[in-house]
């Protein structure tokens, strides 16, 4: 997927630094609650956030957006969750010293664990879209919702339905609500299809 401006493209390993950096200098400064709390200031590193995002961006489904002379105009950090998983990250929540991230992550672990969506949909796998960020001096072009179909399509192509809408969240308030209006209430996920055995 590209337009004039931009071309999305996966984010491989050697991008991971600069998108650390990007996300050091927009998301990790600008999120709603990380913002409320003040987590922390803009360009600042954050080890729990940083390894929340090195560990979403080694599944291998995370898109970034580049311009032509190569910047990194946004990111969408996704990755598959399984069932379990959340449960262990509530665990290791209790170990961690930060306590405004603590509060953080706790709220949005309560509100997974409050719709259940393994449950309700009875999937053992869900995609996730973790983290929606575009860069400050790109936005108000649409690109976050460049990034949110080109998730979709991720999506499909890993072999999950695309019936339902991708969830985001940890996005900017105000492209969260422009997402939920394009793509639906952002709760429900989509689930893997099951596929044949070769």
């Known amino acids: 997927m590209s337009s004039?401006?931009?071309?999305?493209?996966?984010?491989?390993?050697?991008?991971?630094?600069?998108?650390?950096y990007h996300l050091r200098q927009n998301f990790f400064a600008d999120e709603p609650l990380?913002?409320?709390l003040d987590l922390c200031k803009r360009g600042q590193p954050h080890f729990e956030l940083e390894r929340h995002c090195m560990l979403t961006l080694k599944q291998g489904f995370s898109r970034m957006l580049l311009t032509q002379d190569g910047r990194i105009a946004g990111v969408a950090l996704n990755g598959i969750l399984k069932k379990g998983e959340r449960e262990e990250a509530e665990r290791r929540l209790l170990e961690i010293a930060d306590e405004k991230f603590k509060i953080i992550f706790g709220l949005l672990y309560k509100v997974n664990e409050k719709i259940d969506l393994f449950s309700n949909y009875n999937v053992q796998e869900l995609f996730e879209c973790r983290i929606l960020s575009v860069d400050e001096g790109f936005r108000g072009r649409g690109f976050a919702n460049t990034l949110m179909a080109d998730s979709?399509?991720?999506?499909?192509?890993?072999?999950?339905?695309?019936?339902?809408?991708?969830?985001?969240m940890e996005c900017f308030s105000f492209e969260k609500g422009l997402q939920s209006r394009r793509y639906g209430n952002l709760f429900p996920k989509s689930m893997r299809e099951p596929r044949p055995e070769n």
Not at 11 to 20: A, L, M, R, S
């Open 152 to 168: 979709i399509k991720t999506a499909r192509t890993a072999g999950f339905k695309h019936d339902l809408p991708l969830v985001c």
């Open 34 to 36: 990380n913002k409320a």
């Open 4 to 20: 004039d401006l931009v071309t999305a493209t996966d984010i491989t390993e050697d991008y991971f630094p600069e998108v650390i």
